[in-house]
């Protein structure tokens, strides 16, 4: 089985910047040959996509919301997936989440969509307030 834990989510005052990671452990096989995906839901909203990173790497896509802001990044060695997040804004406050394509190992140029991902970590809160 394959599972994920996240962490570095906190406090943080709007400007700043946090960097989230997704740590895989258990049967890590198949991160080899799937992309991955960050979430994020805030109170009383769904589930929404933000982020997607290739099994290799080399190719990404972002939500509008966090274009020019977040950057995904992968380090296969440690089987550790990262969402550096800058420029944080209030509406940026949810719990964070990290799953694993269920079937593809590229992103499609979109945002991310839930229904194609699984094996979810159990999240990390980013609150943004001053």
């Known amino acids: 089985q394959l599972l994920l834990v996240e962490s570095g989510g906190g406090l943080v005052q709007p400007g700043g910047s946090l960097r989230l990671s997704c740590a895989a452990s258990g049967f890590t096989l198949a991160l080899d040959y799937r992309a991955i995906g960050w979430f994020r839901q805030a109170p009383g909203k769904e589930r929404e996509g933000v982020s997607c990173?290739?099994?290799?790497?080399?190719?990404?896509s972002y939500a509008d919301s966090g274009k020019g802001r977040f950057t995904i990044s992968r380090d296969n060695a440690k089987k550790t997936v990262y969402l550096q997040m800058n420029s944080l804004k209030p509406e940026d406050t949810a719990v964070y989440y990290c799953a694993v394509h269920v079937r593809d190992s590229n992103c499609q140029p979109r945002t991310p969509l839930k229904a194609d991902f699984g094996s979810w970590g159990q999240g990390t809160q980013v609150t943004v307030s001053s």
């Open positions: 990173i290739s099994s290799s790497g080399g190719r990404t």
